[in-house]
């Protein structure tokens, strides 16, 4: 006889309480719902992202994981050559939903 699958660590004691209370179908329109969700959160369409003051968009491509971004920015200092509008980079950022922005996780720099 199989046994019951442990509880994720860290998974809220409301949800590691409610979650096994629920009935088959219920199981699966909520396993239905966190695929959709995480699909969104890493779906990021090119027309969401936007270039700030200072910054190029080079590239976006969309992966598994996240939509890959490369762009250039603007290092903010004065005296810098990226003022006269010579930016720095390229570089790779992963960019996933956060709530109702973006999270944009630096990657390094990316070889021209």
Not at 7 to 15: N, V
Not at 37 to 64: F, H, K, P, T
Request: aromatic share 6%.
């Amino acid at each position: 006889m199989p046994t019951r699958p442990p509880t994720p660590e860290g998974l809220p004691q409301y949800l590691a309480e409610g979650v096994p209370k629920q009935d088959d179908t219920d199981l699966r329109a909520l396993q239905d719902w966190i695929d959709d969700l995480l699909e969104y959160r890493q779906d990021v369409a090119a027309e969401d992202i936007d270039a700030g003051e200072g910054e190029s968009i080079e590239a976006v491509e969309e992966s598994s994981g996240g939509t890959v971004v490369i762009k250039k920015v603007s290092c903010g200092k004065d005296n810098c050559k990226c003022q006269s509008g010579e930016l720095h980079g390229p570089y790779k950022y992963v960019v996933r939903r956060q709530g109702d922005g973006l999270d944009w996780d630096y990657k390094g720099p990316v070889s021209e």
